[in-house]
Structures are given as C-alpha cells and as structure tokens.
C-alpha cells in the first residue's frame, strides 16, 4: 500500500523574468529614453540611436544580441575612445546669478575661495 499525496507536494509555479529595457539615456547628450535600438538579423546589423542629438552607433550582432548589449557595447567604445583623455572640469558658477563672474562666485561662497 502507497501512501496518498499531500497537498504540499504541487510544483511551485516560476517566477516571471524582469523585461530587459529598450529605450536608453543617450551618452551625449544625456537625455533619458532617447536611444533606440533596432536589430536587423538578416542584414547583420544592430544600430543604436539617439532621436534627439542623432548620434548613432552600430555593431554586427549574433542570435542572442538584445538591445542592452548594442547599447553597452557603444558605452564600452565610448570608453576606449575617451581613454587617456582628461575630463573636463565644471566651471565654478555663482548660485545666486548662474554666471561665472569671479566677483559673484566669491560673494556667493561667503567671501571663500572657489575651488
């Protein structure tokens, strides 16, 4: 004689996967959900492109190609090509008038130096 099955024994139902994004920040011009990525398998190219400033960038996919990956290989050359250079330092701008006057930055920091 086999014992009954309990209720505990049913399969545990699967968690559903997180969708991936498809629209990206643009890397610069900085605007938010404006790169757009678009494979094409039969002509083997993937492109992704900024709507606002109209850079774009494209690569030569595979199968598994997804959006996130055209789009993390652009930031990734945009790296290699930046590398080596130096970053550009922000300007010290006043807070009251939003200009970069000396006389306004030093008024504004509480008569302190600006770094």
């Known amino acids: 004689m086999g014992k009954r099955k309990s209720a505990s024994s049913k399969a545990a139902p699967r968690k559903k996967m997180e969708k991936l994004e498809t629209a990206f920040c643009c890397p610069f011009c900085s605007h938010a959900a404006a790169v757009e ?4 398998l039969v002509q083997e190219i993937a492109t992704a ?28 050359e945009c790296g290699r090509v930046n590398e080596g250079v130096p970053r550009r330092r ?3 701008v006043c807070k009251l008038f939003r200009c970069s006057c000396a006389t306004n930055v030093w008024r504004a920091s509480g008569g302190r130096r600006a770094r």
């Open 37 to 40: 990525c678009v494979i094409d």
């Open 90 to 92: 922000r300007p010290v």
């Open 49 to 76: 492109s900024c709507y606002v400033c109209q850079e774009s960038y494209s690569t030569v996919p595979d199968a598994l190609t997804e959006p996130i990956d055209v789009y993390n290989e652009w930031i990734d």
